[in-house]
Every structure is written in C-alpha cells, then in structure tokens.
C-alpha cells in the first residue's frame, strides 16, 4: 500500500522558515515524480512545486519561486519542502503527492503550516 | 503558465440527475488533464487521467472527454456521495496548474 506521511508544519512568524518532510513507503519512490500541492483555509487545491525520479529536474509555481525549494532522498524515500521569506498568504495544508503520467494518484494526509505572528 | 478556468463555481443539481462539469485551458493541454474529486477533511481523490480515462474503481457514471482546451466531467446518474468538490488539472507544461473547483451540492 502506497503511504505518505507529510511532517514538519507548524506555526511560523511571517518571514520565517520551515522544512516540510514526507516519508514514502510502499512503492519505489526513487521510480516516481514527486509533487507538493496546497490548499489554503476553505480554498481550493494550489499546485507549488515537482520534482523529477532522480531529484535532477524541479519547478516552482509563480508565488513560491525564490522562497521555496524541492528536494528528495531517494536513499531515505523522503521528499523535502523547504520554505523561506513566509507570507500570511502561504498558510495552508501542504500536501505530498506521487505523480504518474496518469496525474496525481497518491496523496498525503497533509500538514497544515500557519504563518502569522 | 496555463489558467485553468472551471466553470460553474457551484452547481445545484438533484440525486439522480446528470450533470457536466466544465474545465478550459488558456492552451492547449493535449489531453494531459486530470479531474480529482474531494471531500472535506480528506486528500483529492483521483478520478479521470488522460481526459477521458477513468481511474481503477470508478463506477462507470463517471466520464471524462475533451482535448486541447476544453473537457467536461460528467456524472450520469448523481448519488449522494458524488455532492463534493471537483477540480481539473493540467499536466502537460509545468507548472501543473488546477482549476478553481466547482462545488456540486443538492
């Protein structure tokens, strides 16, 4: 069974920075692109940032480049969020996603980040 | 980047009843486009790939069409657990961007 397990969320002051992790397990993670997708308060569902099997390509929607960057060990079947320069408006829960060329099959249960002072 | 837009932000329908869900691209997306399903307090659920390919375990009165730009989701016959929140995506250029979601409820 596919498992996603997100970890790392919190409360943060605006400005601030916070490392978001998932745990893989259940599949050949270093075989899959990984994704990270949001969703803030009541709002819908916000695509942030991919990386490729082998961690050698990423992007990073519009808001979030410059501030936040993807990672992954293939070697801990972790992929890594790490975000900088927080806003109020990043405040959401972040989830983890495996993607396949049949779009997002798996997800996480989330960890919501809050970012106020 | 490509906007996706769905159209309508609500829709009231009735059980039993069919109903489309509208998703355009501002380009052509191929038919690299996805349609999740979610309920609250849960993740999205995979429902259509590839536009019109439903996914393992989907009852057949889910169906998806479309290519380029334009692509429906329609539920034939609604049931009581299908008055959720649906949402497209794009997969064809990154970033991989989602429609805004259209709410289905009774």
């Known amino acids: 069974e596919v498992q996603l397990v997100e970890s790392g969320g919190g409360l943060v002051q605006p400005g601030g920075s916070l490392r978001l992790s998932c745990a893989a397990s259940g599949f050949t993670f270093s075989s899959y692109a990984m994704h990270w997708v949001r969703q803030a308060p009541g709002k819908g569902l916000e695509y942030v940032s991919a990386?490729?099997?082998?961690?050698?390509?990423?992007n990073h929607a519009n808001l979030v480049k410059g501030r936040f960057t993807i990672s992954r060990d293939n070697s801990r079947n972790t992929l890594y969020l790490q975000m900088g320069s927080l806003r109020a408006e990043d405040t959401a829960v972040y989830y983890c996603?495996?993607?396949?060329?049949?779009?997002?099959?798996?997800w996480g249960q989330g960890t919501l980040v809050t970012v106020s002072s | 980047e490509i906007v996706m837009t769905q159209s309508p932000a609500t829709l009231s329908v009735s059980p039993g009843e069919r109903t489309t869900l509208s998703c355009r691209a501002s380009?052509?997306?191929?038919?690299?486009l996805a349609w999740y399903q979610q309920k609250p307090g849960q993740a999205p659920r995979l429902l259509i790939y590839?536009?019109?390919t439903r996914a393992t375990g989907l009852p057949a009165r889910f169906s998806g069409s479309g290519s380029g730009t334009e692509f429906t989701l329609t539920i034939s016959s609604l049931q009581s657990e299908d008055f959720t929140v649906y949402y497209c995506q794009q997969y064809n250029n990154w970033p991989y961007t989602f429609g805004q979601g259209t709410k289905l409820e009774i």
């Open positions: 996603a495996r993607f396949t060329i049949f779009g997002v099959d798996s």
């Open positions: 380009q052509s997306v191929s038919s690299n």
């Open positions: 990386i490729s099997s082998n961690g050698n390509r990423t």
């Open positions: 590839g536009a019109s």
